[in-house]
């Protein structure tokens, strides 16, 4: 199903209005309760259908929410920012709908992509991390999250830093991760993609587009 992106970011951005925590850490359970997200572009009947499973599953409704609509909001995003590199001259998108290892090709080149907040866990700022990108990517490669898109294989992190912090409302910016990306493409030379070695792999490339606002 191709989306609608600026039907999509104004989708997004109603997210914005709350805040965004994590009550329950991800859990094949938590999982299930909501796999309603990935049916659900709207706002409106997203909040529905939590309604519905906190009353069903007897939940703690904030809890709940903030669980479904984390992971409906991500998803949403990393739907529009993949079709938006498939859109552009030079990707080619991946057969294999449900492969977890990759998304498209660029330029020839299989990647799997990933929009991160900047983390503070770094314990480095901003500034040092656009020019230690290597570290940073390393970084983020070793602290991925254990869900289903785990692996060490080729990467582009889409990174997103927002000078108040909440770096995560970026994700909902989907006109200006599209401007980002398509100068990222424009520019693409494969030696200004960063190699690693990690145990057990072959080598890895893997690259960051940085958005900032």
Known sequence: MKLILSNIEKELKKRQAFSYKWFQRQND???SYTNFIYRT???NALIRKIADVADTQKLNKQHIFQYAANRWYNFWSARAVEQIFNEIE?????ADCKDSEKDFYLFGIPFDHK?????KQFGKTFNYAKTHKHELISWLYKNQSTQKRHHFKNRLFIVVYNETG?????KAEISLLKNAIQKYVDSFRPEQLHSFTFVGEQKTFSDIIWVSQ
């Open 41 to 43: 572009d709207n706002w």
């Open 90 to 94: 030079g990707v080619e998108s991946v």
């Open 29 to 31: 359970v938590w999982d």
């Open 115 to 119: 929009t991160s907040v900047f983390p």
């Open 166 to 170: 909440e770096h995560w409302k970026l």
